[in-house]
């Protein structure tokens, strides 16, 4: 009987310990620290396909991410592909081979076919570091055969090297035909080609080839870039191209300044017309680049701002920040990307109170106290049943 009554005690004030120390609720409103000046749109290509990559912000975003030929945005893997076989450094050359009169006769056959081509002639010495300047700077499809033999022994070889690459990289909607994009057959989507683009420009070396505006190769002499807008608003490359099924198809990467920081955004068209294809690819390919980071927006708030109330039924007091704030957040991001941690309380909660965070994830993370703005205590357990 002792022990019956002991556990209906028991029972009886565990059901009760809620009622005696019940956990406060919460109400966040970030209205206060919401933007009021309009946010512009992204400035998506009306045609063709899209995408924006800005790495060190942690964007990806894609407009009709469709699978398409890509032209001579083939010669982004290639490059890719030849420096991950043959790695090379800034001021090295790289392995050298001889030009065969086979490989002659491929610039001749690119001529007639109206492919970008360089100038090669039997028995001249060309280095890695030749070929990679050609390739990315005055889009030289020979070239691209020539790195193919050079790495793989073949273009066939060489091809099957590029599609495992895509692969193993996880670029579902991309596949290559051919070492230089003059096949149809070399698709992909504009999402893969800015992240592609964003790993090959993690190299110094790519950085500092795609920056060129003309380059002084073996034999042909300089030849110049065919990327649109390139020293133009802090356009820095990558790679552009253009056939009549790809249409002109560009991926452009800027630099912007956050601080003191530079920072760099992929802006990816594909499939763009009108006039030579490249300029219209260029030009939409810097309005986009441009409205990605022209509309940053600054978040600044003081000490004693509302975001929330906090309490116990009408017994509640207001959230506010500790101290002053400041952020910024570009719509690139996606929406912005700020939410408020509160902690649960079953007793008085004092003025002055460290009651949660306010968390902003923007190019790094901020963490602003939150505290309460008056003392408040939930009604006695007697105030309640009355």
């Known amino acids: 009987m002792v022990l019956g009554a002991g556990l209906a005690v028991a029972l009886i004030v565990g059901m009760q310990l809620p009622l005696l120390h019940p956990r406060s609720h919460s109400k966040v409103t970030l209205a206060a620290l919401s933007n009021a000046r309009p946010v512009s749109p992204l400035a998506w ?5 899209a995408a924006l990559v800005i790495p060190s912000l942690g964007v990806e975003r894609a407009w009709h991410n469709s699978v398409e030929p890509i032209a001579s945005l083939t010669k982004l893997m290639t490059a ?4 991950k076989e043959l790695p090379l ?4 050359t790289g392995p050298c081979m001889v030009v065969s009169s086979s490989d002659v006769a491929t610039y001749e056959q690119m001529k007639l076919t109206d492919q970008s081509s360089v100038l090669v002639s039997a028995g001249e010495s060309i280095c890695e570091i030749d070929l990679l300047n050609g390739l990315l700077v005055h889009s030289a499809s020979n070239y691209a055969v020539l790195l193919a033999n050079m790495v793989a022994g073949s273009t066939v070889a060489f091809i099957a090297l590029m599609n495992q690459t895509a692969d193993s990289l996880g670029f579902r909607g991309t596949h290559y035909a051919d070492v230089s994009g003059f096949d149809d057959g070399s698709v992909s989507t504009a999402l893969d080609q800015g992240e592609l683009a964003a790993m090959l420009m993690k190299s110094p070396l ?4 795609v920056v060129q505006t003309s380059v002084t190769l073996p034999v042909a002499g300089t030849v110049s870039s065919f990327t649109p807008e390139l020293g133009l608003d802090n356009v820095i490359g990558v790679k552009s191209g253009r056939t009549a099924a790809a249409g002109g198809c560009d991926v452009m990467a800027m630099t912007f300044q956050v601080g003191t920081a530079t920072k760099t955004v992929y802006a990816v068209v594909l499939d763009q017309r009108g ?6 690819a260029g030009d939409a390919a810097l309005a986009l680049a441009q409205s990605a980071v022209s509309v940053e927006r600054s978040f600044v708030f003081d000490a004693g701002r509302v975001v929330g109330q906090i309490g116990w039924g009408a017994r509640k007091v207001a959230v506010v920040t500790a101290g002053d704030g400041a952020f910024s957040w570009w719509p690139a991001q996606g929406s912005l990307p700020m939410s408020v941690q509160l902690r649960h309380f079953t007793r008085t909660i004092r003025k002055g109170q460290l009651v949660g965070w306010l968390l902003v994830h923007t190019v790094k993370a901020h963490r602003y106290r939150l505290v309460a703005r008056a003392s408040v205590s939930p009604a006695s357990l007697w105030q309640r049943l009355r």
């Open 275 to 280: 006039g030579d294809l490249l300029g219209p």
């Open 89 to 92: 450094g800034l001021d090295q």
């Open 206 to 209: 790519v950085r500092s080839i």
């Open 45 to 49: 290509p009306v045609v063709g396909s």
């Open 80 to 83: 890719y592909v030849t420096l």
